[in-house]
């Protein structure tokens, strides 16, 4: 199910980008195991391509294949990130991983917005990216993949205009900000 807009946002990597931790089919079938519930696989080929690092001034995928605390993709992540975000969860009508239909969290930014994907009965709904921004209570449902978000944010025309500003702006806001950097998490301590 090769989406269109992963090699698009490859092709803004430059030449010789060489993704670092990037999961294999094991790593997601642990992660399925774990938690009862298939990622949508329009979610992990975007993962499986780009690796760990970090978007810009601060989003950053999870990966099954991270081991680090903050950026791995787990049961006990999922867990960890619920019981952190319980506030938040209070104030929105969507609950997170492990309530049926729950949202779980599939990238993490530096200023309290974080994208989630809705665990489903079917793997083959339309894809949707759940925009949350924590600090102001506002969620929104993109029906878009998630490589097609990172590319429609870095261009500006994401469907809600409100999203588009704050996330183009927040992710490459500063003149340093590289469009993706491969981080290796499991070699920092």
């Known amino acids: 199910m090769k989406c269109q807009y992963i090699e698009k946002v490859k092709s803004l990597m430059g030449p010789g980008f060489v993704p670092v931790e990037r999961p294999v089919r094991d790593d997601w079938e642990r992660l399925e195991s774990e938690i009862g519930f298939m990622i949508p696989a329009w979610h992990s080929e975007f993962v499986d391509a780009i690796g760990s690092g970090t978007f810009g001034d601060g989003i950053s995928f999870l990966n099954p294949a991270?081991?680090?605390?903050?950026?791995?993709?787990?049961r006990k992540s999922l867990l960890d990130f619920a019981s952190y975000a319980a506030p938040i969860f209070e104030r929105l009508e969507r609950k997170p991983f492990p309530c049926k239909q729950g949202l779980v969290v599939i990238a993490l930014t530096e200023w309290r917005i974080h994208l989630f994907v809705e665990m489903l009965e079917c793997v083959h709904e339309k894809p949707a990216v759940i925009y949350v921004d924590s600090e102001s209570d506002y969620e929104l449902e993109l029906p878009m993949t998630t490589a097609e978000f990172i590319w429609r944010a870095y261009q500006g025309t994401l469907t809600d205009f409100s999203v588009t500003m704050n996330m183009k702006d927040a992710i490459w806001g500063t003149p340093e900000a590289?469009?993706?950097?491969p981080t290796a998490w499991n070699k920092q301590t």
Do not use: C, D, E, M
């Open 66 to 74: 991270v081991k680090s605390l903050h950026l791995g993709l787990s």
């Open 178 to 181: 590289r469009f993706y950097s």
